[in-house]
C-alpha cells in the first residue's frame, strides 16, 4: 500500500490551501483516514480523522479551520484547510488504517508567512 501527499505549498495568513492523498494497493473498504502534521522541532500530532461511520474528528487547534472529507471507494481523502495561521506551518502526512493497516503517505510541506 502506498499513500500519495499533495496539495502542500506557501500561502500567507488568511489563506487557503487543500491536500489531497491517493491511496494505492490492497485496501479493505472498513478504513480510518487523518492527516497529521509535524511542525520543525515538536512531535507528530493527530489533526483530522475520517472514521470508517464517516465522522470526524479534530484537533483543537484546527476546529472550524480545516475540514476532513474523503472517498471511501476511490481510498482518496483530502484536507481542506482554511484561515491558515503561521502555527500551522508543518509538514502533512497522511495516514490509512484498515485491518493490516497503518500506512503513512511522505509529507507535504504547508508554510503559513504572516
Known amino acids: 500500500v502506498q499513500l500519495q501527499a499533495s496539495g502542500g505549498g506557501s500561502v500567507q495568513a488568511g489563506g487557503s490551501l487543500t491536500l489531497s492523498c491517493v491511496a494505492s494497493?490492497?485496501?479493505?473498504?472498513?478504513?480510518?483516514m487523518s492527516w497529521y502534521r509535524q511542525a520543525q522541532g515538536k512531535q507528530r500530532e493527530l489533526v483530522a480523522t475520517?472514521?470508517?461511520?464517516?465522522?470526524?474528528t479534530y484537533a483543537d487547534s484546527v476546529k472550524g479551520r480545516f475540514s476532513i472529507s474523503g472517498d471511501y471507494a476511490r481510498n482518496t481523502h483530502w484536507l481542506q484547510m482554511n484561515s491558515l495561521k503561521p502555527e500551522d506551518t508543518a509538514v502533512y502526512y497522511c495516514?490509512?488504517?484498515?485491518?493490516?493497516?497503518?500506512?503513512w503517505g511522505k509529507g507535504t510541506l504547508v508554510t503559513v508567512s504572516s
Open positions: 495516514y490509512l488504517s484498515d485491518l493490516f493497516g497503518p500506512y
Open positions: 475520517l472514521h470508517v461511520d464517516g465522522s470526524t
Open positions: 494497493g490492497r485496501i479493505q473498504i472498513d478504513k480510518v
